[in-house]
Nanobody, 125 residues
Framework: QGQLVESGGQLVQAGGSLRLSCTTS????????MGWFRQAPGKERELVAA???????HYAESVLGRFTISRDNAKGTVYLQMTRLKPEDTALYYC???????????????????WGQGTQVTVSS
């Protein structure tokens, strides 16, 4: 019943920064654990960062120290702040949500209930 819409993706130079936003509607964000996933051409979809309703978070090793996930339940929005971007960060980035932490954090992608349509991030060298 809920909807997720990503925004903020664009072309950026390596070393630069970008902030992605995931706006939600038709749901109460505080009831959901949220995550950012990405998929590059020829690659499997992978978890980038996850944030629980408690605001506990974990990150893929490849982005640890560079990316920060946050949430604003009052605004119904989840963010991914990306810094020191690398060409290998180029991918379609998806926002996802589920009521079960394990679906997002493990992740069990096939169990995740809500997905956005994705926003493209392209990092040039």
């Amino acid at each position: 019943q809920g909807q997720l819409v990503e925004s903020g993706g664009q072309l950026v130079q390596a070393g630069g920064s970008l902030r992605l936003s995931c706006t939600t509607s038709g749901l109460t964000l505080s009831d959901y654990h949220m995550g950012w996933f990405r998929q590059a051409p020829g690659k499997e979809r992978e978890l980038v960062a996850a944030i629980a309703w408690t605001e506990s978070a974990h990150y893929a090793e490849s982005v640890l120290g560079r990316f920060t996930i946050s949430r604003d339940n009052a605004k119904g929005t989840v963010y991914l702040q990306m810094t020191r971007l690398k060409p290998e960060d180029t991918a379609l980035y998806y926002c996802a949500g589920d009521r079960a932490w394990r679906a997002i954090s493990t992740p069990h992608i096939d169990e995740i209930g809500l997905w956005g349509q994705g926003t493209q991030v392209t990092v040039s060298s």
